[in-house]
């Protein structure tokens, strides 16, 4: 056992005269002699290295603003002690590793962050530790200090060691101008756009010359002057003051009434020229409901091949009035054409409801029955802008088509052989009135219309009726007990002016014979003329 030991003396003694350090004896030796030195991963130069890293804290940017929780990033530098061994390799003995900061905060101040692993810290390049303060409002201005304990682990001379040094690193409070929303006025309105107004005060104790105070959002629901931010210039705000900004914010469409957040700062010149930046600012949003519109009480005047009426009321379901309302057929069927694409019901305050008659007309090849029109309301908002709300559909029933008048005639029978004047009813059964109304009667033998086939009205308003008169003649080819059709069309004006004419409507006409029940009128004049003739011829033979 002494002859072992005195070997390892000596074996010791060469290395060290060699310049070779203990350790790396150490590092070949096994059993409970060996030396406590490399752990395991160690590069085997580093044995004959001796140095250890130098750890110290700076802070670039020391300022804090009273009110809030300040982020601040340290900077933790590296200048290692490099004391032997080969100088190429000397980051090997003075790169902190594995380094761990816990930072704590004198006075008023408090340490927001926790304690933080920042990796290696080489001599070369410094490393950042990011540190979130709580600075209370109101706290006296001046340099506060934070202690550091900084915990590494360093390799030298082959062994590996962990450390823990303490350091502090002074930051200011400064006492700038600062600045805080102390009021917040908005009418915006989900799917529409309103005016913010954002009043501030500066509560530090600096003038603030050329404030540029900007408001803006991240969010693609939310804009600020149709975009992502806008800049509002203040020449000057002194201590105490407060200014009033004002900001277009649109509000997307189809979204819930809640809070959204515009983020703000305000960069100044301090009295000194320099330029600063307070961007703490931060400011909700309640958006007003979104404008919306209903229909009720609707009623359907429609029929195929004839203009009519839709007839409703509007109300204004929405949060603020509503300007130069109008009601809009906002459908896009062949065979739904509305007369006017709409039509106006004035201003609606919110809650307000107003009747509407919108005129639409259903073309003749259209098919009767129930339909869901396509609607929509127009106006405009408080900025005069127009706006429309196109959420809206009805069920109407369109009734089938029908003829314009009714034609009847109050006695339909004629003599055979005669010949008679024919008062037709005329009613007009269109939902307009009708004007310049003019009828022709038309007849083929053995009917004809004689000397008097058409008749004339002004106007006919819907529903009403009126009578014409016609003269009606029989051929001597037309035989009692049998009946004839005649014939009518109108032409008239609808109420805007146009110019209409009809399908041709046939009525009967029944032939009866002569009220005296003997030969028709012609056989009449044949039997005299033979009559008389045969008396003429026995009057010449008695002479």
Known sequence: MQTRTLSVVLVSI???????????????????????????????????????????????????????????????????????????NSDLVTTARNVRAEVEAN???????????????????PSELPVSLNVPEGVEPGTYTLDLDLTYSYISSGESRTVTVSRDVEVRVRDDARFEVVDIDSDAQIGDSGTVEATIENVGAETARSADVTFGTQSTSVTVSDGQSDTVRIEEIDPGETVTVAYDVGVAPD????????????????PDGITR?????????????????????????????????????????????????????????QSVIPAERSTAVGTLDSGESATFSLPIAIGGEAEAGLRSLDMAVQYRNDEDEMRAFEELVVDVEVAPERDRFDVAIENRSIQSGGTRTVDVAVTNNLNETASDVEARLFADDPLDTGDTDTGYVQSLDPGETTTMTFELTTTGSATAGSTYPISLDFRYDDADGDSQLTDTFRVPIDVVESEDGGLPLPVIIVALLVVGTGALVVYRRRQ
């Open 14 to 88: 060469l290395l060290v005269s060699s310049g070779v350090g203990v350790g790396a004896v150490g590092a070949e030796l096994t059993g409970s002699n060996a030396a406590p030195s490399v752990g395991v991963g160690t590069p085997a130069q580093a044995s004959n290295i001796g140095g250890s890293p130098d750890l110290d804290v700076y802070a670039p940017n020391p300022n804090l603003v009273p009110g809030r929780t300040n982020a601040i990033t340290l900077q933790i530098a590296n200048d290692g002690n490099f004391r032997f061994g080969n100088a190429a």
């Open 255 to 270: 979204l819930p009434v809640q809070q959204y957040t515009l983020a703000g700062s305000v960069q100044y010149e301090d």
């Open 277 to 333: 930046t307070d961007d703490g600012l931060s400011l909700g949003i309640l958006p007003l409901a979104e404008q919306e519109f209903t229909f009720a009480n609707v009623e359907s005047q429609l029929r195929v091949a004839e203009d009519g009426e839709l007839v409703g009321t509007v109300r204004n379901d929405g949060p603020v009035p509503a300007r130069s309302v109008v009601v809009q057929y906002a459908g896009d069927s």
């Open 107 to 125: 006075g008023p101040l408090s340490v927001e962050s926790g304690e933080t692993s920042i990796g290696s810290v080489t001599t070369s390049v």
